[in-house]
């Protein structure tokens, strides 16, 4: 890798004023770099579905908001077991106030099948889930902030028993700092999952992208500065319950 190409990929975030994405993944224990915002899909080959820049989707009907823009997919995938860790590097990610979700979609039981599934429509369910961890929605401790906290990685696990197959892993922040404007940024990753298990999740753990976002749902249109919202010490964090794997429990 050149001087000039590190040096640019250095100085992006002084270009694009406080946002951002998954940059990198450690998938198993194993480094898996993204796709590089900014720069042409030509020439990269990532694990990571391709994402054009740092800008946040507001527009919670867009085809967009499943992987980003263009969304384009992946060369590569990584296999992983059923069982394993996988941790989100966000560089740099400015903003502490907002939960972090990390949702699963089937893709099809081939390890490439995720090549062929653009994951819009109900197919996603949630397998980890982090909102307002302590103190009040203005001041307290947020998922976001606690990911940056823990050098801007978060670690997520895949269900043990998941049934064996290929499956976008999506993260999605939704940052709540401008108000009643939901910023949400997903990034996704192609993964081969592999185990003996045969765990899919219930109907009722199914969410469609688009269209779990709505823009009447007060926990996510909020005005974090003002009272009575302010001062709150619950947050709700919309959308179904998560999925573990054992059933209907969380
Ligand atoms: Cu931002």
Known sequence: MSFLFLSIIFALPCLVFGHGGVW???I?????????PYYPAEGQSSTQ??????????????????????????????TVAAGAEIAAYYKGWPHDIGPVIVWMAYCGSE????????GTGRHWFKIAQSGLLSGTVREGLWAQGQMIANNYTWSATIPETLKEGAY?????????????????????????VQ???????????????P????????????????????????WAIPGPRVWSGSGDTE
């Open 111 to 118: 390890p490439t099948s995720c090549s062929s599934f653009n």
């Open 49 to 78: 579905r391709h994402w054009i820049d740092f800008s946040p989707i507001t527009d919670v009907e867009t085809p967009t908001l499943v992987c980003n823009n263009p969304g384009s997919y992946a060369e590569e995938y990584a």
């Open 28 to 36: 198993a224990n194993e480094w898996r770099p993204g796709f590089f």
């Open 195 to 209: 185990g003996s298990g045969n765990g899919v999740p219930g109907d009722e753990f199914l969410a469609s992208i």
């Open 211 to 234: 269209g779990v976002w709505k823009d009447d749902e007060p926990e996510l249109h909020l005005d974090i500065y003002t009272e009575p919202t302010s001062s709150r010490t619950e």
């Open 24 to 26: 990198n993944y450690s």
């Open 168 to 192: 976008l892993l999506r993260h999605e922040l939704v940052a709540l700092h401008v108000p009643f404007t939901p910023e949400f940024y997903p990034e996704c990753a192609h993964l081969y």
